[in-house]
């Protein structure tokens, strides 16, 4: 039986999911690294086994709530508990403003960025409230106030990540599950390629990096619980 804290980090093969992924392995949690490519994943995972932690690769998909069933399950067949979520997968498009972005595309973004953490979380919450765990989701700043750049489906899909967040606070904080809103600015990773005008290497020195985030991430899995709930 695994006695270190478990997070499953989903993104966790690139990006900020990495960055959370490697720092949060570092500070002693075993850590399932979730997304498509398998190839990023065993990077990531041989990173963090090579620096001394406990790294699962766990291929998933969230936009299929099959896999990440299975995904949860594995999870838990390896560590046998899962005390955390960082949910860090993302999508957007280039064509992305009322006048450019097609429904399927809509329907795309909206598939990974809200019905993918609904569904991470809908798998995990039961194992949050034995553990009473704790979920970052990785939003953004698009998702706290009008961020005109970031596109109609994106802004849609962040800020309803926002209600996520809320509504798992109000109903499940007495079973000792909190969920953290993190709302990211421009930060340099991948993801930028996305963008209808690519930021260059310039641009890109005056952004966040990916390991500010994941220290704001660990900040909230790390921080000592202070608020009493009915099962404190
Ligand atoms: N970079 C920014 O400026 C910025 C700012 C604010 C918020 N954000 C948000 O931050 C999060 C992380 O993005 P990042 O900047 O770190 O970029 P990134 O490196 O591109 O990370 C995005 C990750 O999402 C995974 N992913 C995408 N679709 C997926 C799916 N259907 N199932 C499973 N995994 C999926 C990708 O892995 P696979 O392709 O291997 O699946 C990738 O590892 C995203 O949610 C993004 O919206 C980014």
């Not at 990531?44 to 932690?53: D, F, P, Q, T």
């Not at 991470?120 to 961020?147: E, F, K, N, T, Y």
Request: proline fraction near 3%.
């Amino acid at each position: 039986m695994n006695t270190a804290k478990v997070l499953w980090v989903t993104g966790g093969g690139s990006g900020m999911g990495r960055a959370t992924a490697e720092r949060a392995a570092a500070s002693g949690w075993s850590v399932a690294v979730g997304g498509r490519r398998t190839a990023q994943l065993e990077e990531v995972a041989a990173a963090i086994e090579s620096a001394g932690g406990t790294a699962l690769v766990v291929r998933l998909d969230v936009t299929d709530a099959s896999g990440v069933a299975a995904a949860r399950d594995a999870v838990l067949d390896r560590f046998g508990r899962l005390d955390a979520l960082v949910l860090s997968a993302g999508l957007n498009m280039r064509r992305r403003a009322w006048a450019d972005q097609s429904l399927a595309e809509f329907e795309a973004v909206v598939a990974t960025n809200l019905t993918g953490v609904a569904s991470v979380i809908d798998a995990a919450l039961p194992s949050l409230r034995a553990s009473r765990g704790r979920i970052v989701c990785i939003s953004s700043i698009a998702g706290w106030q009008h961020a005109p750049a970031a596109g109609v489906a994106y802004s849609a899909s962040k800020t309803a990540v926002g209600s996520l967040c809320r509504s798992l606070n109000s109903e499940e904080a007495d079973r000792g599950v909190q969920a953290c809103h993190l709302c990211p600015g421009d930060v340099a990773t991948d993801f930028l390629d996305q963008r209808p005008v690519v930021p260059d290497a310039d641009a890109r020195t005056r952004m966040l990096a990916p390991d500010d985030i994941a220290r704001a991430a660990m900040f909230v899995l790390d921080s000592p619980r202070t608020c009493a709930s009915t099962n404190s």
